[in-house]
């Protein structure tokens, strides 16, 4: 027959156990009862002890450029805004010239504006999944918070450019798959064949 709330006490036991390996006296007293104590504390004493994070790690997500930032990935394609369920990216663009025509830099069209709304973003890389251009990615930067809520919040397009260096540090095998996918798509230089002589 089952001791009524059995359960509850084992669960118990877990976290007084758990309690006394947080300490070193806790420790020597496992030890002491022969018991098996992990060694060192639970927790990380943050701001001044940074946590590791993963390679998938993700948080918001930024827009990236290769070499300058006037070499920027993004089209203006508008496929992340339409997409995000939050409905947080802001796009203005593509910029076109007095006559109407598409401006091109670096062979491609840019964002007049690009902006995100991060008090709202849900970081579910909706936006990166389906980017044709890999141009945005999630970063790891978490330290954003802010006395107030509409101006810090909303970062514009300075303020999510990062270079692609950038993304290769912070996760290096995800940057090196987007980097030999893009350099499958770039079209391979013609082969120059001398004339034939007559």
Same mark, same amino acid.
């Given at each position: 027959?089952? !001791? ?7 669960? *118990? ?7 006394? @390996? ?6 020597? &007293? &496992?030890?002491? &009862? ?6 060192? &504390? ?14 998938? !790690?993700?948080?918001? =997500? ?6 300058? /930032? ?25 910029? +076109?010239?007095?006559?109407?025509? =598409? ?7 840019? =964002?007049? @504006?690009? +902006? ?5 973003? *849900? ?8 980017? =044709?251009?890999?141009?945005?990615? *999630?970063?790891?930067?978490? @330290? ?26 912070? +996760? /290096? ?11 499958? %798509?770039?079209? +391979? ?6 004339? %034939?002589?007559?």
């Amino acid at each position: 027959m089952a !001791f009524i709330g059995a359960g509850v006490l084992r669960g *118990m036991g877990v976290t007084f156990r758990t309690f006394l @390996e947080t300490y070193p006296w806790g420790r020597v &007293l &496992l030890r002491g &009862l022969r018991q098996p104590a992990v060694e060192g &504390l639970v927790t990380i004493e943050y701001p001044d002890v940074k946590q590791k994070h993963a390679e998938r !790690f993700r948080y918001f =997500p930024f827009l990236v450029y290769d070499g300058t /930032p006037d070499n920027l990935r993004c089209v203006s394609c508008k496929i992340c805004e339409q997409e995000c369920p939050p409905q947080c990216i802001y796009i203005t663009g593509p910029a +076109k010239d007095e006559q109407g025509r =598409p401006q091109k830099a670096n062979g491609r069209t840019f =964002p007049v @504006e690009f +902006k995100i709304d991060v008090s709202i973003c *849900m970081s579910c890389r909706i936006c990166v999944d389906v980017c =044709p251009f890999d141009a945005i990615e *999630m970063d790891n930067q978490y @330290e954003l918070s802010s006395s107030e809520r509409f101006g810090s919040l909303i970062l514009n397009k300075q303020e999510l450019l990062k270079p692609n260096e950038y993304f290769q540090r912070i +996760k /290096p095998t995800e940057a090196s798959e987007v980097d030999a996918r893009l350099a499958a %798509k770039r079209p +391979k230089p013609q082969p120059v064949f001398p004339p %034939k002589a007559p």
